[in-house]
């Protein structure tokens, strides 16, 4: 029993709240971002998902429109991604094929070069969702918060 409450006892270096303000990078895009325990990858609005070959491998090209929350405005940023892999998404409507890319993203202080699968998601209130497979290197997730790190990645090392 001692090793299970020396585990409890045990403080995470970094506590996030259930939504928190992240950045695009290299472009400094803020944006809110919602740490969802309940997906395995994270993910992404993305309008305008185009597919297309380049050098003989798959990419896609798409437009990320977000409210920038510094400035409030509105923002529509290009991207060109290669396809990492494609995974397959079910739901109340069916299930379907999307786009899995690597995407960096300032999160408190660190940059997180991370896949995220892409779907154009309407106007969402959180355009990137965060999932499992980023929140294990972030740290805990304390749902009662909010807004807890905000992003300071000026001379932030990338994480992997």
């Known amino acids: 029993m001692a090793p299970l409450c020396l585990a409890a006892a ?33 993910s992404m609005d993305a309008k305008d998902l185009e597919r297309f070959e380049k050098n003989g491998e798959h990419w896609v090209r798409f437009n990320v429109e977000v409210k920038d929350s510094k400035t409030g405005e509105d923002v529509s940023i290009p991207f060109e991604r290669r ?37 154009n998601r309407g106007k969402m209130l959180y355009p990137v969702l965060i999932g499992r497979r980023t929140l294990e290197h972030l740290g805990a997730v304390d749902v009662s918060r909010t807004f807890t790190n905000k992003p300071s990645c000026e001379n932030a090392q990338s994480n992997r």
Not at 19 to 33: A, C, D, F, N, S
Not at 36 to 41: C, I, P
Not at 104 to 109: A, E, F, Q, R, Y
């Open 10 to 42: 045990e403080k995470p270096t970094k506590v996030f709240g259930w939504i928190e303000e992240g950045q695009l990078m290299p472009e400094k895009v803020t944006l809110k971002i919602k740490l969802d325990t309940g997906a395995l990858t994270s």
């Open 83 to 119: 396809v990492e892999r494609n995974v397959k998404v079910r739901g109340a409507g069916g299930s379907e094929r999307r786009p899995v890319v690597v995407m960096s993203l300032c999160i408190g202080n660190q940059v997180y070069n991370e896949q995220f699968s892409l779907k």
